[in-house]
């Protein structure tokens, strides 16, 4: 994934994967000393209660793609809107939970063997296709094939890279072995990425003449690109009397105000993403629910740290206390959030919480470009609207800056090519990334021959460690080794975390088991525990 | 307007107004294959293209090796230069065949089809109420200017006016949608259903376009009354003891009215400009979304085939507001 993608967004609506932040805003939430704060519908809002009830039609609204580049393809579909039709029309072979953690959905056993260099895999039994069909180990091979064929180029392909595709091997009817081409401890973690459905074996096209057939809760009835997709209840699902809806509609709204509007105006039952100044007025009036994930996307600011002057690590520093981080998140996601300590992966398994976290310190950045000769820095930090809350973060961060003595000049760039033409092109730039693993965004941003490696961090040294800490079967040896790469990108690393921003999602009084739910977990999207009182 | 040999002359003198629509009608393809030209230019002229934009997307790298960026490039056609893909472009135009999307390959008639419709209502809607709410207050305030009656007029045209649309469509909705739940905040159209199956949807859309639009035509309208009003013959025609009544129909309507209509006509086809952001604030499924990430994915068929279209209806709207103003003036009718 590209995160890019995701961030990126074209769109903005959109893409989405997973990563990204991107684009969309998002997401989610945070921890907040270590303990998570709760799922929870936000204060006391008045979410239906009690036994859910079955049956009724539930509209939800949220971004999507254009007509253009739409698609029901569940490789393929990268908007938010997209990945949650996906979500509730296929199944994955495991899934985020709310502490990223990963658990089994269609996979009834993944394991390793000794060394993490080959995978066996056994699906659930008694499962069933939306057609009738058994889900067997045929459909499982069909689907890592698919997602891996080169001549596919799917975006997803890239989180599998370390399954040698040509050697799965077929063991029992619902049993498939995976060889990996390089050894991992946590193949769960990767295989519970936004675009590891599993699909029917022989599948490879899905529109309105070509319907797509998933093990999902919902089946699918009809396809109007761009606009929306309607679902309806899949009475065989295999997760104990799940879904309660009858019929489920997703339609695709890009503006977060209107978004709002269509729910107040009852014109749908539940709106996601929810822009954070407007949750903040919402919670107050207390006309809809409002629930936020437990965790959250981060936006940070990206020096490539092999462009002058952030081949300084005096200036990294510097730059990384001048940054009001607990303002960012006051102010722009209005509470909804949590400060960044630099590293990716708040809340996730294996993030180090050791390290103490960087306070705004314009004091210290200040004596420490002293002592560096760098006194009146200037840098120019770039930033466009592609994702919520960029260039009002940018903007509250040339303020803080000019305490320490650094002139931060804005540049705007145009949200369409932003991600193609200024983002790791520029050495000041802005990201932002969903919540998947470790080993996930390492792998994407990190090692050094990573297309996406946005702040230039190219060891081999640390490349090595990296796949070594992967590879590793001990989990609390696993454990110290992945502190301390994060440790040497605490220190030197191009990042500048500010904040994890959550995922918010406001919902008619009617609604009831919707919880927030962090972006790239299992239930962000998923309607399969979602009810309407009548 | 300067006498014309095509009008005086030769085998067109006869229907001198049929040859005037058959020329204007001749301009107007001119100007459309022009606009199709600049917009083709234009695509071509911004940073990146779709093979860019695809590879950013799905592949891990930052914008794909530059040999997967030329195997894309050549599967979409895109390496072929751009005056060779405009020919291709218009060669299949002629034959009522727009493209397929680069991105997702479905047909840009599919892509676009119905929301093009949805747009046309919305537009039409707006365009039907538009002309006599400004040309009816346009006159009323212009033949009393200065009257309590014009001062009204003039100051809420002169307040609408200055409002974006996005605000007046977020007032809208504020006071009837959410406060006082007259309308929907929202115009969603169920899949495979027409805008005007629910015409309550089209209300806020319409007054917010409206608002937005009226004031400048009210305006324009009243501006060129009052002049009229204050014209010599006009002048003379009272002092002859003219009845005020015929005074106004017969000789200051007419003659306010012709030049109104080619500005009014200017100010419809800045609708195009503000249905952009009321199809967005009201998620009404129309065109523009579509427009908007069709350029920023560089998706040139899709981005030709609705400027096109956008071409097309301005012209047209000008072309039918010119021979609406030779109807009205005889003198233009005969060419002398």
Known sequence: MNRSDLLSGRAGHSLSRRGFLGVLGASSALVLGGSLVGCSSGGGLPAAQGEPRRGGHLR?????????????????????????????????????D???????????????????????????????????????????????????????????????????AAGLRKLDARTVRLPMREPIADLPSVLAGWYVYVIQDGATEFSNDEPPVGTGPFRFSRWEPGDRVALSRND?????????????????????????????????????????????????????????SPLGRFHAFNMLIDREPFTDPAVREAIKLSVDRQEIVDTVFAGYGEVGNDLYGKGAPLYNDDLPQRAYDPDKARALL?????EDLRVTLHTSDVTPGFVEAATLFVEHAKRAGITVELAKSPADSYWTEVWTK???????????????????????ESGQN???????????????ARATMDPALRKERYAELQRELWDEGGYVVHSFAKWIDGASPRVGGLRGATVSSDRWGSYREVWLAS | MPRDPLLTAGPGRHHPFLMLCIRRSLAGIAATCAVSLLVFVGTDLLPGDAADVILTRSASSGGGTPEQLAALRAELGLDVPWPQRYLGWIGGLLQG????????????????????????????????????????????????????????????????????EFVAATLLIAVFALIAGLLPAVSLVPPGTSPLARPEILVLPVLSLLSVMAGQSIRMVRARTSEVVRA??????????????????RYVVPNALGPALQLLAGSISWLVGGIVVVEQVFAYPGISHELVQAIISRDVPVVQALAFAMAVCTLAIYTLADLLVVALVPKLRTGG
């Open chain 2, 232 to 249: 010599d013959f006009v002048r003379v025609a009272r002092l002859h003891g003219i009845p005020e009544r015929r005074v106004v129909w």
């Open chain 1, 236 to 292: 065989d699902y295999w997760e104990n009397d799940l879904p309660y809806l009858d019929e489920l509609e997703i339609i695709f709204v890009s503006q977060a105000d209107t978004r709002l509007n269509a729910l107040l105006g009852g014109e749908a039952e539940i709106a996601h993403e929810v822009p954070w100044t407007q949750a903040r007025a919402q919670e107050k009036t207390g006309q809809v629910a409002i629930v936020s």
């Open chain 1, 370 to 374: 002293r002592k560096a000769g760098k």
């Open chain 1, 60 to 96: 939800a609204v949220v971004s999507g793609n254009s007509s253009s580049d739409d698609t029901l393809h569940p490789f393929v579909a990268a908007s938010w809107g997209g990945g949650m039709v996906m979500k509730n029309l296929f199944d994955k072979l495991c899934a985020y």
């Open chain 1, 98 to 164: 709310d502490d990223l953690t990963v658990r089994n959905r269609l996979a009834e056993v993944i394991e390793p063997n000794a060394d993490g260099s080959e995978w066996t895999i056994r699906l659930r039994d008694g499962v069933r296709w939306h057609d009738g069909k058994r889900l067997s180990a045929d459909d499982l091979l069909h689907s890592i094939r698919h997602l891996l064929d080169p001549a596919n180029k799917f975006p997803g392909a890239l989180d599998l890279a370390m399954v040698d």
């Open chain 2, 97 to 164: 065949d727009l493209g397929s999307s680069l991105v997702s390959g479905r047909s840009v008639t599919d892509v676009i089809g119905s929301r093009l419709g949805n747009t046309l209502v919305l537009a039409g809607t707006a365009t039907v109420l538009l002309v006599p709410v400004a040309v009816g207050l346009g006159l009323w305030s212009g033949i009393r200017q200065g009257r309590p009656g014009d001062r009204v007029v003039s100051g809420v045209a002169v307040a609408a006016q200055a409002l974006p």
């Open chain 1, 454 to 468: 946005e702040t230039a961090w190219r060891r081999p040294d640390w490349d090595r460690r990296f796949f070594q």
């Open chain 1, 426 to 448: 520029q050495p000041f730039t802005q990201t932002g990334w969903g919540n998947y693993s470790l080993d996930w965004f390492f792998g994407q941003a990190l090692v050094s």
